[in-house]
């Protein structure tokens, strides 16, 4: 059971928009900054998006963060077959057992 | 730019310690503010934060994991390794070593942490099996 909650799957069809939510709780999302990876099949974890909407060098603006609340946004437009992936969220959790937290993976389809 | 290798045995016997090293290259281990962190991923499962450490050797543990585990760093080797002891067959996993950053930064109302890690290596799996 991961701390973070996200979606189990999303789809899309090319060139469409997708958005992929992450919930976690006042210890984590709630006031920390939230980061997003990208996961293609059979490789490690990339970096897309950290503190909730910045993006490292190379990563196209298609790929948006957004943060409200207890909540998470990746937004992805322009959906192209390549960006098939699962996709975690990330953050820090303050609370008494502190750490790193992720959220249990999102598996996007682009139809 | 920093590349991360991990290496170690692949498979590992119920109740033994497991070990592995992850190797940087293109940077040195101990400059800039990073903590350098292992992370793995059970298989079909999804990503679970073992632990840190800073170039001063100051470490930070999952609470779930910290009775079994132990990270060290060899700055002359440019090097950090994981330890965990008395594994299962629930230890079984793609461990990821990657470069982390842990930034808390404060308002007048309050401190918000900055939490991610880039870039990861390629990963290892263990298999822990008699």
């Known amino acids: 059971q991961s701390v973070l909650t996200q979606p189990p799957s999303v789809s899309a069809a090319p060139g469409q928009k997708v958005t992929i939510s992450c919930s976690g709780s006042?210890?984590?999302?709630?006031?920390?900054?939230v980061s997003w990876y990208q996961q293609l099949p059979g490789t490690a974890p990339k970096l897309l998006i950290y503190?909730?909407?910045k993006r490292p060098s190379g990563i196209p603006d298609r790929f948006s963060g957004s943060k409200s609340g207890t909540s998470a946004t990746l937004g992805i437009t322009g959906l192209q077959t390549g960006d098939e992936a699962d996709y975690y969220c990330?953050?820090?959790?303050?609370?008494?057992?502190?750490?790193?937290?992720f959220g249990g993976g999102t598996k996007l389809t682009v139809l | 730019q920093v590349q991360l290798q991990e290496s170690g045995p692949g498979l590992v016997k119920p109740s033994q310690t497991l070990s592995l090293t992850c190797t940087v290259s293109?940077?040195?281990?101990?400059?800039?503010?990073?903590?350098w962190s292992w992370i793995r991923q059970p298989p079909g499962k999804g990503l679970e934060w073992i632990g840190y450490?800073?170039?001063?050797?100051?470490?930070y543990y999952n609470p779930s994991l910290k009775s079994r585990v132990t990270i060290s760093v060899d700055t002359s080797k440019n090097q950090f390794s994981l330890k965990l002891s008395s594994v299962t067959a629930a230890d079984t996993a793609v461990y990821y070593c990657?470069?982390?950053?842990?930034?808390?930064?404060?308002?007048?109302?309050?401190?918000?942490?900055?939490?991610?890690?880039?870039?990861w290596g390629q990963g290892t799996l263990v298999t822990v099996s008699s």
């Open positions: 990657a470069r982390g950053e842990l930034d808390r930064r404060c308002s007048s109302t309050s401190c918000l942490v900055g939490h991610w890690f880039d870039p």
């Open positions: 293109g940077g040195s281990i101990s400059s800039g503010d990073y903590y």
């Open positions: 450490i800073y170039y001063s050797g100051s470490t």
């Open positions: 006042s210890s984590n999302i709630g006031n920390n900054y």
């Open positions: 503190d909730n909407n």
């Open positions: 990330g953050t820090w959790d303050s609370s008494l057992s502190a750490g790193g937290v």
